[in-house]
Each structure stands twice: as C-alpha cells, then as structure tokens.
C-alpha cells in the first residue's frame, strides 16, 4: 500500500514533464509535492508515534526511496528523514519536541552536512572542527554536497569534537553560515557547498552516540541511496526494453535480435541484484543484526558499481536519440551517476568491506 500510495503520488505530481519545467529554477521543493510527502508520512516513517510519526523502519523508507528513484523526483525527503533518525535517537528530549513534530508534519525541512571537498565520504573524512566555548561549542570547516541546504531549517552537520566525530543540530540561519549552490552531473536535485566560520551552537544540540552512531546514520543512508537508485535503474530498463520493442531495422523490431536481448538480460539481472542488496541491507539495519554494517557496505558498493553499466546499456541500446536533450533518459542517467558516488563510491565501501570482514569485526 506505501509503494501503491508513493507511486501514484509520484505519477500524479511529479511527472517528468513537470520535472522538465521546474529544472531552470532556484526552488529546492515543489510545495505542493512535499505538503503531499508529508500527509502520506514519508519524512515522519522514522520519527516515533510520540512525535507525530508512524515509527516504521528503514524497510519502509527504502520502499518510498525507490518510488523517488524511479520517478527522478526533487524535494529533501531522504536527507530530512536521515536527521529526523538521528534526532529520534541521539537527541534530548527537549529537541525531540521541537524538531521532530515539525519534520513529520512537513512544516520545515532538515538536511545532513557530512562530506568534505576532496576527502572521501567516510568517518575518517571529517575534517570541521567544534571547539567548546563555555557552554556552547563553535564550528568551524567546509561540507559539499549538502542536498537542499538552501531552504533547510536545520542542518545536521558532523565535527570533530576533541579529535572524535560529533553531530551537532544547527540552525541555518544561524550567523557565520554561508550557502553556495553548486553546478552537478545531476539537474534533478540541488546540492550546496556549506561554509561554517565560527558558527555557535549550544551544546545541547549536541546528539549522543559519537562515532559509532555517526557511522550507523551514514550506513542508513547508503542503503537508502541504494535503494533510490534501485528505482532509477528500473525505470532506465523498462524504458529500455519498451523502446527496443518499437524501433525498427532491418525490417524487424531490434529487440527480436539476440545480442539485444542479452544486453536487456544483462542489465535485469544487475537491477535484480540491487533490490536484493538493497532490502536485505534494511533488513538487517531494522534487526539490529551484527552484520548491518557489512551488508549497507555490500548494497552501496553493489548499486555504485552496476549504476554505471546500467546506464551505459540503457544509453547504448536507445542509439542517438538516448544522447538527445528532449529524450528523458538523461535525466535518469543523471541521477544514477550521482546516486553511484552519494555517501561514497564502490571503493570506499569496498574497503571498508574488506576491514569488516576480518575476523572479530562487526563494525568499523
């Protein structure tokens, strides 16, 4: 009923044409999308009933984030729905009131400022520092790639505090903050370079959890990245394989030839692969297994890999209207090359697979 629900909400209002239209404009958000969002509880999935929520779990999220994905669909529901996680579980009560609420109901929106320029998208990446000033901390550092940053309530930003990564909800209007917009592979989605001089924050903005609970949010959100370009991936092989149907040479429909078919055969099967990694990565995140983080390592490093080959086939097999601006499969294209290096590449995840693998290691 959520896949049927986000679907046809998707289909309703954020059909590719519309998308086409809204491409040339500064707006982060359709407010018509994200009041819908959010009555239908996307961002509130995570949040307790308590705050307004449903209380589901990362299964859930994953299932609506492959609905984006296929519909190449704008707006900060993921990275809103990442924080509204962190906060449930590391925040004091007093911030759970003010936040959560206001995230579930979808009057304001948050996003997660973690990567750096030119570091890799991992724990050991982070380079912003918060310095204690009384009771206040102060942050100070460059995060990039910070999805819908513009028009964020608040921002999730991770600091080294004494030399150990800390999360730190702050204000983005908050002084010393600075939003540039930056130009991406992907047109579909805005994403912002943030610049913290001096900012202060009080310290009870501060989450629990350190580096462990940091490093559970960022394996959370590399099975939902996964599972977003799971739904781009599908969409780019029906697509496909619909297309194949109807164009002709020779005298006869290319998809009656076998080196086409193989090419479609191929790209199912690797689309398949992602949805397997993908909820079972969730799956084990929402049973607390031992081996969650070993598993988002498989479905991140997994998805980033056959993003690319999937495109490329969907891109070879429509011929030269696939390279075409009016024809949408570079918009999907798009998005699945971005989805292949967002919370870091194959190899970064890959490597961090090979340390979890080692005898006695859960976690890294």
Same mark, same amino acid.
């Given at each position: 009923? !959520?896949?049927?629900?986000?679907?046809?909400?998707?289909?309703?209002?954020?059909? =590719?044409?519309?998308?086409?239209?809204?491409?040339?404009?500064?707006?982060?958000?359709?407010?018509? !999308?994200?009041?819908?969002?959010?009555?239908?509880?996307?961002?509130?999935?995570?949040?307790?009933?308590?705050?307004?929520?449903?209380?589901?779990? +990362?299964?859930?999220?994953?299932?609506?984030?492959?609905?984006?994905? &296929?519909?190449?669909?704008?707006?900060?529901?993921?990275?809103?729905?990442?924080?509204?996680?962190?906060?449930?579980?590391?925040?004091? /009560?007093? +911030?759970?009131?003010?936040?959560?609420?206001?995230?579930?109901?979808?009057?304001?929106?948050?996003?997660?400022?973690?990567?750096?320029?030119? +570091?890799?998208?991992?724990?050991?990446?982070?380079?912003?520092?918060?310095?204690?000033?009384? &009771?206040? =901390?102060?942050?100070?550092?460059? $995060?990039?790639?910070? %999805?819908?940053?513009?028009?964020?309530?608040?921002?999730?930003?991770?600091?080294?505090?004494?030399? &150990?990564?800390?999360?730190?909800? @702050?204000?983005?209007?908050?002084?010393?903050?600075? =939003?540039? &917009?930056?130009?991406?592979?992907?047109?579909?989605?805005?994403?912002?370079? @943030?610049?913290?001089?001096?900012?202060?924050?009080?310290?009870?903005?501060? +989450?629990?959890?350190?580096?462990?609970?940091? %490093?559970?949010?960022?394996?959370?959100?590399?099975?939902?990245?996964?599972?977003?370009? !799971?739904?781009?991936?599908?969409?780019?092989?029906?697509?496909? =394989?619909?297309?194949?149907?109807?164009? @002709?040479?020779?005298?006869? /429909?290319?998809?009656?030839?076998?080196?086409?078919?193989?090419?479609?055969?191929?790209?199912?099967?690797?689309?398949?692969?992602?949805?397997?990694?993908?909820?079972?990565?969730?799956?084990?995140?929402?049973?607390?297994?031992?081996?969650?983080?070993?598993?988002?390592?498989?479905?991140?490093?997994?998805?980033?890999?056959?993003?690319?080959?999937?495109?490329?086939?969907? !891109?070879?097999?429509?011929?030269?209207?696939?390279?075409?601006?009016?024809?949408?499969?570079?918009?999907?294209?798009?998005?699945? $090359?971005?989805?292949?290096?967002?919370?870091?590449d194959a190899a970064v995840h890959r490597e961090r697979l090979c340390r979890l693998v080692e005898p006695g290691r859960t976690s890294a």
């Open positions: 009923m !959520l896949r049927d629900a986000s679907r046809d909400l998707l289909t309703d209002r954020a059909a =590719v044409d519309v998308l086409r239209g809204q491409l040339e404009t500064e707006a982060e958000v359709d407010p018509a !999308l994200w009041r819908l969002a959010a009555e239908l509880g996307w961002v509130g999935l995570l949040v307790p009933e308590e705050h307004g929520g449903s209380g589901q779990g +990362l299964i859930e999220l994953a299932i609506v984030a492959e609905e984006i994905g &296929r519909a190449v669909a704008r707006g900060p529901f993921l990275p809103s729905a990442i924080v509204a996680s962190a906060v449930a579980r590391g925040a004091a /009560p007093e +911030l759970q009131d003010e936040v959560l609420p206001a995230l579930a109901e979808g009057t304001a929106w948050a996003t997660w400022a973690f990567a750096e320029p030119g +570091l890799p998208w991992t724990v050991d990446g982070v380079r912003c520092t918060a310095r204690a000033e009384g &009771r206040d =901390v102060v942050l100070s550092g460059t $995060k990039t790639a910070v %999805q819908d940053a513009d028009g964020a309530r608040w921002l999730l930003v991770t600091a080294l505090e004494d030399g &150990r990564p800390a999360s730190f909800l @702050v204000d983005r209007d908050a002084a010393g903050i600075e =939003v540039r &917009r930056q130009h991406t592979l992907d047109l579909t989605r805005s994403f912002s370079e @943030v610049r913290f001089t001096d900012v202060r924050v009080p310290g009870a903005r501060r +989450l629990a959890g350190g580096p462990a609970e940091v %490093q559970r949010l960022l394996d959370d959100a590399c099975v939902l990245a996964a599972a977003q370009n !799971l739904g781009t991936l599908e969409r780019m092989l029906e697509m496909t =394989v619909d297309y194949v149907r109807v164009r @002709v040479q020779f005298g006869r /429909p290319i998809g009656s030839f076998q080196a086409v078919k193989q090419a479609c055969s191929a790209m199912a099967m690797q689309v398949q692969g992602v949805r397997a990694a993908s909820y079972s990565a969730a799956m084990a995140a929402d049973a607390g297994a031992p081996d969650a983080g070993r598993a988002a390592c498989v479905a991140a490093s997994y998805a980033s890999t056959v993003a690319g080959e999937v495109a490329g086939s969907a !891109l070879q097999l429509h011929g030269g209207i696939g390279f075409t601006w009016e024809h949408d499969l570079h918009l999907y294209l798009r998005r699945a $090359k971005a989805d292949a290096v967002l919370h870091g």
